[in-house]
Nanobody, 125 residues
Framework: QVQLVESGGGLVQAGSSVTLSCSAS????????MGWFRQAPGKEREFVAA????????RYEDSVKGRFTISRDNAKNTVYLQMNSLKPEDTAVYYC??????????????????WGQGTQVTVSS
């Protein structure tokens, strides 16, 4: 079992930067792939970024490539999402998720059995 808690969201202006954090409970955090997903009002949940358990492989949704960076610190049981050059269309509730470790990671939400409660990011124009 892994329990996840996101933090770092808020109201920001377009063009600014925000870093989201996701803290995980348990001693086996390092064995889980981690992902970030988001859901905007009236839209389906979508994949944002993922990182494998050993941190060597990352994946990004096309619209965030070059702007967002996912990273992890296994010693701190924490995964981060650095978001730069934010746009109003990045407004959403951001969720972190965990799945047992793989070598490729996954962009499919259904592959992740553990989810946090989400943190709101609102980008004003």
């Amino acid at each position: 079992q892994v329990q996840l808690v996101e933090s770092g969201g808020g109201l920001v202006q377009a063009g600014s930067s925000v870093t989201l954090s996701c803290s995980a409970s348990g001693r086996t955090f390092g064995s889980y792939d981690m992902g970030w997903f988001r859901q905007a009002p009236g839209k389906e949940r979508e994949f944002v970024a993922a990182i494998t358990w050993f941190g060597r492989t990352t994946r990004y949704e096309d619209s965030v490539k070059g702007r967002f960076t996912i990273s992890r610190d296994n010693a701190k049981n924490t995964v981060y999402l650095q978001m730069n050059s934010l746009k109003p269309e990045d407004t959403a509730v951001y969720y972190c998720a965990a799945q047992p470790g793989t070598y490729t990671g996954s962009s499919r939400g259904d592959d992740y059995p553990y989810w946090g409660q989400g943190t709101q990011v609102t980008v004003s124009s």
